[in-house]
């Protein structure tokens, strides 16, 4: 069983940032690749970035690529996401999502809203 838990979302501006955090529980966290997804009102789910096991590979969305960046910190079991340049389109429940050998684990997400 893999707990997560995000940390980081708000309001904030158009133009503004955020860094979002997703604390893991496990001790095989360095074995999970890691992703960001995000859930608009009225909308599907949406994949926002991965990140591999080394944090030496990373995919982005066309719609956040240049804007935002994935990373990873195995020794403090948690994956972040840098977000610049936030457009009110970015507004959204965050989740983080660990795949693991046995299958894949979601948090329960943070709010972020960005004002026009």
């Known amino acids: 069983q893999v707990q997560l838990v995000e940390s980081g979302g708000g309001l904030v501006q158009a133009g503004g940032s955020l860094r979002l955090s997703c604390a893991a529980s496990?001790?095989?966290?360095?074995?999970?690749?890691m992703r960001w997804f995000r859930q608009a009102p009225g909308k599907e789910r949406e994949f926002v970035a991965s990140?591999?096991?080394?944090?030496?590979?990373?995919y982005y969305s066309d719609s956040v690529k240049g804007r935002f960046t994935i990373s990873r910190d195995n020794a403090k079991n948690t994956v972040y996401l840098q977000m610049n340049s936030l457009k009110p389109e970015d507004t959204a429940v965050y989740c983080c999502?660990?795949?693991?050998?046995?299958?894949?684990?979601w948090g329960q997400g943070t709010q972020v809203t960005v004002s026009s």
């Open positions: 999502a660990a795949q693991t050998k046995v299958g894949t684990y």
């Open positions: 496990g001790r095989t966290f360095s074995s999970y690749v």
């Open positions: 990140i591999s096991w080394s944090g030496g590979s990373t």
